[in-house]
């Protein structure tokens, strides 16, 4: 018996299972892939198994469902059978959209489900992962999955009717940050830095402000006054923000990713 087992290694199951795999031990867990080579491959590199989606369901205690949410009706009717009747497992969902009742629902018979949205940080340690549990989980259970994906990053524990919104900011956001990067080396080199140059210094400035207001726990509009001086330069550069539409362009943008979020729980 393994202790978990991975249904997708893409980039984000591949992600999980390499912070699981550095926890637990490539020896206790096993993966698999639509693409067989894919698995094949990322197996060999970490010195794990792989076996078919119903074995996974049959011999691992943690099953961590790394499809897309358009394909997970189908792999729930393949791996269904082989754990109806089955104790002892938790499920482990990140398709976004799917809610731990409709995921029983394509079952077709309640199972013991944790729902994680992961972020893409995760990959260097620095990562948000919001999580919700149905009441079938045993808490044992919750906490060795917990345990094990703790060197991604934050989890953070939210009501399941929120984590559609959350993952508008947190799955969602840091696209929303790279974007702002470009910008930031754009408007670097617009004003005379060279292009390496631009996009080092706003890498950094990135960095070093998120690193600042997590740290600090400071409200990030007294983060930005202590930027600011009366009738110096910053204030200048953020009384343009707060006249133009940069908060409009975020609501939007988030306010897009949740609706197309919703939208893909209610097509699946």
Do not use: W
Not at 13 to 36: F, K, Q, S, W, Y
Not at 157 to 176: Q, Y
Not at 239 to 251: Q, T
């Amino acid at each position: 018996m393994y202790q978990f087992g991975f249904i997708g290694v893409g980039h984000m199951g591949a992600t999980l299972a390499n912070a699981v795999i550095g926890a637990v031990g490539a020896e206790n867990c096993a993966v698999c892939d639509a693409d067989n080579g894919r698995a094949k491959l990322y197996a060999a590199a970490k010195g794990c198994d792989v076996l078919s989606s119903r074995e996974i369901a049959e011999k691992c205690r943690t099953i961590l469902l790394g499809v897309k949410p358009q394909n997970m009706a189908e792999l729930m009717a393949d791996i269904g059978p082989v754990l109806k009747g089955r104790k002892g497992y938790a499920l482990v969902t990140m398709a976004a959209g799917i809610t731990t009742e409709s995921l029983c629902g394509m079952l077709g018979f309640p199972a013991p489900v944790l729902r994680i949205m992961p972020n893409t940080p995760a990959a260097v340690g620095a990562g948000c992962m919001l999580y919700a549990a149905n009441s079938a989980l045993r808490e044992e259970d919750k906490l060795a999955v917990l345990n094990a994906m703790r060197p991604t990053g934050e989890l953070v524990e939210t009501p399941e009717e929120l984590i559609d919104a959350g993952c508008a900011v947190s799955g969602c956001g840091p696209a929303f940050v790279y974007q702002f990067i470009l910008a930031l080396t754009k408007a670097g080199e617009d004003v005379g830095l060279a292009p390496e140059t631009a996009l080092r210094l706003a890498r950094q400035t990135v960095l070093g402000a998120a690193r600042l207001a997590v740290e600090s726990g400071e409200d990030p509009q007294i983060l930005c006054n202590q930027v600011c001086s009366p009738g110096g330069s910053t204030i200048e550069g953020v009384k343009s923000l707060e006249v133009g539409p940069f908060a409009a362009e975020v609501h939007k943008a988030v306010e897009a990713s949740f609706k197309r979020t919703v939208e893909l729980g209610r097509a699946r």
